[in-house]
């Protein structure tokens, strides 16, 4: 069985602790509420000082939550704005296009899907919130590497694996790929990732013009690109959509 690292977790309850409650505490009394040595609690308060999460007041000495904790917050917040923003939107593409909806943001190298509507039919499907999807094989991971500056360059950087016999790795090529995508406003992936699926993603800006995350359709690919054509209609929805989305968070006309 897995052990817990005995110092994360005390690193933790002092960020709850200094959380909730009074807004500034002491040495002591964060080592009585935690049942920690004076010496320990300041190792880990020290540690967490230097990384930004807990400030000392320099009058009292006292203790409270830093400002590296808040930048960490609005990313989530972020996320979640992104998320909230979209909810409609993305149920709408659903329904017009008859096919299933992702959401996706940069994170650790891939796309994290943050929001999934199922496709509106009456089969099987799995929630895929939480999932990670490549850079450089899918229609929401080109997207990213398109318009996000560091989405690109960590689709560069790293190794980019063959998923299929369509999937294009070699560097130059795949530049090329994401030129087209910036033409367009919009990329593909037709069996590329998965056989027999193919997408049609769109970027999403905020209202500094900063490319946030990518929305794009999935389905089968005698549906989504019958006969080797994508489906103008799709790419209209989609592109639609995440227009639609980034004038919510403030981007203004497209």
Known sequence: MTRNIQSLERAAAMLR????????????????????AKGTAHGILRTLQHEGFVEQ???????????????LGTTYLDVHELRARALVWTDDLARSSGESVYLGVLHHHGVLIVHHVFRPDDSRQVLEIGAMQPL????????????????????????????TERTVCDLDGFERVLDVTRARGYAADAEET????????????????????AVGITGAVERVCPGGELRHELIAAVRDCARAV????GAGRF
Do not use: C, N
Not at 57 to 71: C, I, N, T, V, W
Not at 145 to 161: C, F, G, I, Q
Not at 246 to 249: I, K, Y
């Open 194 to 213: 998965w056989e027999g699926v193919a997408s049609i993603a769109a970027p999403i800006h905020d209202r500094r013009r900063m490319p946030v995350g």
């Open 57 to 71: 007041d320099e009058a009292s000495g006292r203790y409270q939550l830093g400002a590296e904790l808040l930048r």
């Open 136 to 163: 450089h094989s899918t229609a929401l991971g080109k997207v990213l590497s398109a318009y996000d500056p560091v989405a690109h360059s960590e689709a560069v950087e790293t190794d980019r694996k063959a998923f």
């Open 246 to 249: 980034s004038r919510d968070l």
């Open 17 to 36: 602790l200094l959380a909730g409650g009074e807004r500034r505490l002491g040495l002591s009394d964060i080592a009585a509420s935690l049942g920690l």
